[in-house]
């Protein structure tokens, strides 16, 4: 994880005289702790629906994995993260998304968790069964007749109680 001190001492070793002001509005706001301006940038490069004031940001730049991702190099990071930092401290814990959008960085839409939680949560959306199917349309277009198309997973044990 990057923080404002870490982008400062990045830039200060690494940047010429005059680094600041050549740094684009986000990352000036990064480093000054500016967490109103931070989230107001992050929402302008967001979709938001405008009959509904309270609903998703859904980022519009770079993704990563299904996330928002903003930066490059040594200073990138998961932009759902960012616009949590400047909310609240958020240290070893997961942003989990409630609203269940990888996109969404709603800083109302986001909680910190533990991974467990996290998982344990996204384990019981199942939403990884329409990433399986992504996935098996994505290799069947690819190549139809591959054996891992026509495999039956094997059923699970039953459980003890």
């Not at 629906?49 to 200073?75: E, L, N, Q």
């Not at 968790?113 to 959306?125: D, I, K, S, Y």
């Not at 939403?127 to 290799?139: G, N, Q």
Request: charged share 25%; glycine share 8%; net charge positive.
């Amino acid at each position: 994880m990057t923080t404002a001190e870490e982008y400062y001492r990045y830039y200060t070793r690494h940047g010429l005289p005059g680094w600041f002001s050549r740094l684009g509005g986000l990352r000036q706001a990064i480093i000054r702790c500016d967490g109103p301006e931070v989230l107001e940038i992050l929402r302008t490069r967001c979709t938001l629906d405008p009959k509904d004031p309270h609903g998703c940001w859904v980022w519009t730049g770079a993704k990563r994995s299904g996330y928002g991702f903003i930066g490059r190099g040594p200073t990138n990071r998961l932009a759902h993260r960012v616009a949590w930092d400047f909310t609240e401290e958020l240290g070893t814990l997961s942003v989990h998304h409630t609203c269940g959008t990888r996109l969404c960085i709603n800083p109302q839409h986001l909680a910190a968790v533990t991974h467990l939680e996290n998982v344990a949560e996204m384990l019981g959306r199942r939403s990884y069964l329409r990433r399986i199917h992504e996935l098996e349309e994505a290799l069947r277009q690819f190549d139809p007749n591959h054996p891992l198309l026509t495999r039956r997973p094997k059923p699970l044990p039953p459980e003890e109680n």
